[in-house]
Structures are given as C-alpha cells and as structure tokens.
C-alpha cells in the first residue's frame, strides 16, 4: 500500500515538474527555485536524477529569450552545480533586458505610371536590423570568464562582481619578527607577542602536557620546535607585585 503511495506521488510531483514552463518576461529565478523544490521532492521519494539531468531538464523550460544561453551552454559543455547556474541565469536574465528588440523597417515606395517607354515597378525594400547578443556588438566574440558572447572579460559583469567581492572580503597578513641574542635562562619582555614561551619547565605552577605535533612554534631558519605543555607562571617582584602569565607554551627546542 505504502509503495503504492509513493509511486503515485512520485508520478504527481513529475507531472508537476512537466508541466512548470516559465513565462515569458518573469523573474527567472522563481522559476528556477520552483523547479529545485520539485527535483528535491523527486529525490526524497526515490528518484535518482544527477546535476547535469537537473540543469538540462530546467533549459528545455525556459523561454526563447534563453536561447542563445542554452546554445552557448549546451556547446561549451558547461557543467555547474545548480546554485551556479541559477547565478548564470540571473546574469543572462539581466542582459536579456537591456538586449534592443529586433526592429524591421518596411519602406514602400508609391506606384507611377509608365514615362518614356520604361516601366516602373513596386518597390518593396526592406531593412532588417538584427538584434545585437546580449546588447553589445557580436564582433566582441565571447568572454573567456563566462564564456558567454559579446563582451570581453574586462566588461563581464560576472568577473566585474567577483572581482568585487573578493576586494571587499581581502585579508592583509601581518608578520612580526623579533629577532634578539639573549640567554635562555633570562625572560625577554615583548608586549606585542602573542604567545609566551619558555624552554624550561622550572616556574610552572600547572601544566597540561599537549600532544606532539598539536601546537608547534617556528624558529627563524624555518624549523619548527614542538610544544610539550601549556601551563602558568608566576612572577613575584620586590614591589610586592605579581604577574601570571597564563598559557604559556613549554618549547625546549626553541
């Protein structure tokens, strides 16, 4: 019964996805996320149907202002994961709308009677002006970021946004070196370190003994000097002041 069931629904949801074609002139990706609902409903009752057959199943419902972006797909063999070809199509849909409709211009001239023996016909003329791939000249070819046509990669919106984001999301790294010739019985004050090393296990009041090759420290020729605990120090001054340096790292090989 309950397999049944499951056929049925399988066969419903399928008729669903069938019958979903996208009108023309509305927001490509409602479209597309109602289909992604649908092919994920498939797959929870059983239905086995890879990336390429999903995106191949959504190009044969979009509409003729598509067409040139399922041409250029089908014949560069893109292969991209559903959240990227949804961004893809978002980016052509913007494109569509800022491509000129084709225009044709019909001009008649007007019919006269024959003079001087010769005879003069209807002229139809008529100009065609083709439309222009994705609003800029074809003679741009196609881009070598989307490997869509009519613009260069230095005007593709595509690589322009990524671009951006990266800009904006950029990291500088910060690199401090202290280099100093001291000895390794005596502490070196830096208040600028991040961490507190010590090569010796003499002043630590706890430790907690670390695993080799958990934490290690890098030394100036590169080498790196395992850490073999993590604990606490205490330092008494003639003031009566105390200082406790908390997690400081037991490098003996530094």
Not at 154 to 161: I, K, M, S, Y
Request: glycine fraction near 6%; charged fraction near 20%; aromatic fraction near 6%.
């Amino acid at each position: 019964m309950f397999g049944d069931q499951g056929r049925s629904a399988k066969q419903t949801t399928m008729r669903n996805l069938m019958n979903t074609k996208m009108v023309e002139g509305t927001p490509v990706r409602g479209h597309v996320m109602k289909m992604i609902g649908l092919l994920n409903e498939l797959e929870v009752l059983g239905a086995e149907i890879d990336n390429d057959s999903q995106v191949e199943m959504i190009l044969q419902f979009l509409p003729d202002s598509f067409q040139q972006f399922c041409l250029n797909y089908n014949m560069n063999k893109m292969s991209l994961s559903l959240a990227h070809f949804l961004n893809e199509l978002q980016v052509a849909e913007t494109l569509v709308k800022k491509a000129p409709s084709m225009a044709l211009n019909v001009e008649k001239s007007s019919t006269s009677k024959p003079q001087g023996g010769q005879k003069k016909k209807n002229a139809h003329k008529a100009k065609a002006i083709a439309p222009l791939t994705w609003g800029v000249k074809k003679s741009k070819g196609k881009c070598f970021h989307c490997k869509m046509p009519g613009h260069w990669k230095a005007h593709c919106p595509v690589f322009l946004t990524k671009k951006k984001n990266n800009r904006s999301n950029s990291l500088s790294l910060v690199v401090e070196t202290f280099l100093a010739v001291v000895s390794t019985t005596s502490w070196c004050v830096d208040s600028g370190a991040t961490d507190h090393i010590c090569t010796t296990l003499q002043g630590f009041q706890e430790t907690r003994k670390m695993i080799r090759g958990e934490v290690s420290v890098f030394k100036a020729d590169g080498s790196a000097a395992p850490v073999l605990a993590l604990g606490n120090i205490t330092f008494s001054f003639d003031s009566g002041r105390v200082l406790i340096l908390k997690d400081v790292l037991y490098a003996p090989a530094v």
